[in-house]
T-cell receptor
């Protein structure tokens, strides 16, 4: 079992719809969670971080964390073609000093 | 403020050759990381460092070496290159006392033939 698992996709949504990306993790030592966006041929860039249970909203993005279920999600509202990318979920274990990444979910937003 | 810089951007190596991938950050971050990313896959941690003089192995360290003599620099050494090391290599850094959000360099695309 991978430490961080994501739906491999690809996920396709029409422009203006809500895109829902999911991630589960197995390391209970992970306390901080991150969503990175990676455009094809580019490096990952951070879009959301979440540290406590519940929802965190930033513009069109909402991250959700449920530590009891070991589940993290990212919702993208009013999806735009420019949101088309691969989204990487990562969990950080503070004691170990390192993050573990999922394999990513590729999102395509169709105009 | 350049963030995280990596050189070279591209490199082709012959089997058995060695090289060093350079990584420098100007954000005074304590934590630095080296990842490799194979096509269609996520990031696999090669080595990481929690501060100058301290390094530790990640998930896939075999065939690589690192050193961290300064806060800014974290070079990755490939010894005796093999085709299995063909990949894109990313260096990243994060601040330890505030958050663990990672900032990535632009990557080095390495081909071993």
């Amino acid at each position: 079992q991978k430490e961080v698992e994501q739906n491999s996709g690809p996920l396709s949504v029409p422009e203006g719809a809500i895109a829902s990306l999911n991630c589960t993790y197995s390391d209970r030592g992970s306390q901080s969670f991150f969503w990175y966006r990676q455009y094809s041929g580019k490096s990952p860039e951070l879009i959301m971080s979440i540290y406590s249970n519940g929802d965190k909203e930033d513009g069109r993005f909402t991250a959700q964390l449920n530590k009891a279920s070991q589940y993290v999600s990212l919702l993208i509202r009013d999806s735009q073609p420019s949101d088309s990318a691969t989204y990487l979920c990562a969990g950080h274990n503070t004691n170990a000093g390192k993050s573990t990444f999922g394999d990513g979910t590729t999102l395509t937003v169709k105009p | 403020n350049a963030g995280v810089t990596q050189t070279p951007k591209f490199r082709i190596l012959k089997i058995g050759q060695s090289m060093t991938l350079q990584c420098t950050q100007d954000m005074n971050h304590n934590y630095m990381y080296w990842y490799r990313q194979d096509p269609g896959m996520g990031l696999k941690l090669i080595y990481y460092s929690v501060g100058a003089g301290i390094t530790d192995k990640g998930e896939v360290p075999n065939g690589y070496n690192v050193s961290r003599s300064t806060t800014e620099d974290f070079p990755l050494r490939l010894e005796l290159a093999a085709p299995s090391q063909t990949s894109v290599y990313f260096c990243a850094s994060s601040a330890s006392s505030v958050s663990y959000e990672q900032y990535f360099g632009p990557g080095t695309r390495l081909t071993v033939t």
